[in-house]
C-alpha cells in the first residue's frame, strides 16, 4: 500500500523557517511527479509547488514563488518544500501527493495519492 508521510510542519513566527518532508513508499518513486498542497482552514485546498520526475523541472506558485522551494531525493524516496521569510497567511495543513502523469500539474484531481498533511502554524 503506498503511503506518503509528512514531517516538519510547526509553530513559526513570521518570518521564520521550516522545512517539510514528505518520505514515499511502497512505489516507484522515481516515476512519480511530486507536488505539495495547502488547505488553510475555511478554504480549498490550493497548489503550492510541484516537481518533475528527476526534479530538473518545478513550478511554484505565485503566493510562494521566491520564498519556498520543492526538491527531491530519489535515492531517499523523499520530497522536501524549504519554506522560507514565512507569512501568517501560509498557515494550512500541507499535503504531500503523487502522480504518474506527465507535466506539473496544479490540480488536485491529477493526483493519486495523497499523504495524511502535516499544519504549519505562522504567528504574527
Known amino acids: 500500500q503506498v503511503q506518503l508521510v509528512e514531517s516538519g510542519g510547526g509553530l513559526v513566527q513570521a518570518g521564520g523557517s521550516l522545512r517539510l518532508s514528505c518520505a514515499a513508499s511502497?512505489?516507484?518513486?522515481?516515476?512519480?511527479?511530486m507536488a505539495w498542497f495547502r488547505r488553510a482552514p475555511g478554504k480549498a485546498r490550493e497548489f503550492v509547488a510541484a516537481i518533475n520526475w528527476n526534479g530538473d523541472s518545478t513550478n511554484h506558485s505565485d503566493s510562494v514563488k521566491g520564498r519556498c522551494t520543492i526538491s527531491r531525493d530519489n535515492a531517499k524516496n523523499t520530497v522536501d518544500l524549504q519554506m522560507n521569510s514565512l507569512k501568517p497567511e501560509d498557515t494550512a495543513v500541507y499535503y504531500c501527493a503523487a502522480t504518474l502523469r506527465l507535466g506539473l500539474l496544479t490540480t488536485t484531481t491529477w493526483y493519486d495519492y495523497w499523504g495524511q498533511g502535516t499544519q504549519v502554524t505562522v504567528s504574527s
Open positions: 511502497e512505489l516507484t518513486f522515481s516515476r512519480y511527479a
